[in-house]
Structures are given as structure tokens and as C-alpha cells.
């Protein structure tokens, strides 16, 4: 369901969101996004080239965070505008990981029934997308 332009103000505050990452999510994302790096799969390899362990893609860690603006406007087509600056790696050991994504509201166009949204994704507590914004199309 479309979140309501009216029930909507510059501040309001999304989520914390919890999304789990594993490494058969990245073996799943690498079939589907046909980027087979071995640094997302395969950990000798990743470790060889100075990597703490195996990563998770950085499209994906967007397309995650990009998700929960998505599910907070009602809609993926309400996304209207999205983009972010890469800060840090999603390091996914064996056990797996786990993104924490927020975001608050920055601005509002009443004009257009449009937010701006500006989300903070975090991994083992540091920020991993810096600069991330989301313009969404509310009702």
C-alpha cells in the first residue's frame, strides 16, 4: 500500500531495518547479476588479494538498502531516484552478515507528492553507502 503525502514530515524516521546477507545470497546475486568475482565467493581467493574474507557485490548492498526505501514508499516504482557513493566493503563470513539500514525523511515537495529520503546502511557498525538518497512518489 502507497504511503499518504499527508501522514508524511521532514524528520519521520525509517526503520532500522535489518537485512541479512550469507554467502549463498551472494552466490544467488552473482548467477543473477552474471558478476562471478571470486572475491564474492570464494574466500582463499578473496583473502589472497588482501580482503579480510569474501564481500558482498556493492550493487547488491545498494539494491538491499534501495529495498527497504521501496518498501517504506508502498512500492519499487515509487522510486523515482536513487544513487550513493560506495564508502566501505560488506565483509560476509562464514556465519554470515547483516546490513542495518535507516533513513529519515529530508525534504518534502508538496508540489509533486514527492520525499527525499536520505538512507544510512551500516555493516559490523561501520557505515558501508555514504551520501545515499532516494526521491520516492507518495499518494
Not at 535489518?18 to 544467488?28: G, N, Q, W
Not at 517504506?72 to 539500514?101: I, K, N
Request: glycine share 10%.
Amino acid at each position: 500500500m502507497a504511503r499518504q503525502f499527508s501522514e508524511v514530515a521532514v524528520g519521520d524516521v525509517l526503520g532500522p531495518v535489518t537485512v541479512s546477507v550469507t554467502r549463498e545470497t551472494l552466490l544467488a546475486y552473482a548467477a543473477a547479476s552474471l558478476d562471478q568475482n571470486p572475491i564474492h565467493q570464494d574466500e582463499d581467493f578473496a583473502t589472497s588479494v588482501g580482503l579480510p574474507d569474501v564481500i558482498a557485490h556493492g550493487m547488491w548492498t545498494m539494491g538491499a538498502t534501495g529495498t527497504v526505501a521501496a518498501d517504506w514508499a508502498g512500492d519499487a516504482g515509487r522510486v523515482l531516484r536513487y544513487g550513493t557513493r560506495f564508502t566501505s566493503m560488506v565483509v560476509v563470513p562464514r556465519e554470515g552478515a547483516a546490513l542495518e539500514v535507516s533513513g529519515v525523511v529530508k525534504s518534502l515537495d508538496a508540489a509533486t507528492k514527492q520525499a527525499t529520503v536520505e538512507l544510512t546502511t551500516t555493516a559490523s557498525g561501520a557505515k558501508v553507502l555514504g551520501r545515499c538518497l532516494a526521491t520516492v512518489q507518495l499518494d
